[in-house]
């Protein structure tokens, strides 16, 4: 199985069937009457960042409509199945998601003393995109819970899906390919949508689209790692005070070391743009840092900077500066994937979403 990296939510499942178009092979919606009922629309949607490892990148949004705990369950649930797999953490773009819903189908009050709640579920878990409604896969499971509660039984029902349930990871591994189909298909259309907002200085957008390329498609993301890079830099060079935090942050950290010298911190000052406020104000810290040093650290400090500037030493400052980019980069683009959701909440007539924008529909009632 190859790696697959996913941005998890809390998720709900119902009843759903995709039939197979026969013109295009691409699977459709037929709703049954209960699925026209869910796709009214839905509000207060949730959503966590947590990924699977690997690199084809997928948004998890689910519905509100269960109470919070059997929520919270459910989504603690499915970022379990996903972490028995392995972890990785990635800012992606919305489009491509893993859309649960969950529909009850029974409802029983037994006449035992006590008394028990008894529910039955119908849990379909698709991947599609959202703005066109195309499905890549899906999945049908039952799920049963019976407890002194109705909120008890939704519990033990949720309960039941398993950390190893193969179906899930079946339904992940069983979509790959489509998945890198599609940005093998579009992904110049994704590239340019990335550069429109790198051009209008949205860089959180644009690395969310960026970042969720995956390496599977060899050239495309030759030319996504160029340009996250690209925005990544120029990002940094209109938050400067963003720098400075995390130079403060990081300054004298490495205590020990004596005079506490931070290479992470050291690659961050060099780097904050020099005719910036941020780095008139990196330099008077610095200078108030040096001078509280002893003469023992501070002369150690300067020993360790000038080993930091020699030659020999370019790789390592290249490494925790590229290292710094990284993990910028991948901030950053979780900050542009909720400003991505929040602009297919705002942006999209609720008439002509898809029938599976409309099912995890974002806007008010």
Known sequence: MKKIILLFGIVLCGCGACSENKKNNKPTFNPTTQETVVTNKISNISKTVSPINGNIALSVIVQNNLPSESAELLKSKIINI???????????NPQIIVAPTLTEINYDITSTLPQKHKINYSATIYIGNILTGEIFNSINKTLIGVGDSKELATINAISSISTNDTDITNLISGTEQKIINYY???????LNEAVGYINNHKYEEALAILNSIPNECQELYRKSSKMRFDAIEKYMENNSDIMLNDFKATLGTERDNIGGFSEKAMAIYRNIPSDSKAKKEADKI???YIKSLNPEAKLKHEQDMR???????????QYELDMYKTEMSTKVAIEGQTTLLEKYKKDVNYEKMSWLGKLFYFGKE
Do not use: F, P
């Not at 996903?82 to 992606?92: P, Y």
């Not at 020699?310 to 400052?317: A, G």
């Open 82 to 92: 996903i972490t028995h797999n392995g972890i990785a953490s990635q800012g992606v």
């Open 184 to 190: 093998n298909t579009n992904g110049e259309l994704l």
């Open 286 to 288: 610095y200078s108030e």
């Open 307 to 317: 080993e930091w500037d020699s030659t020999m030493k370019q790789l390592d400052r």
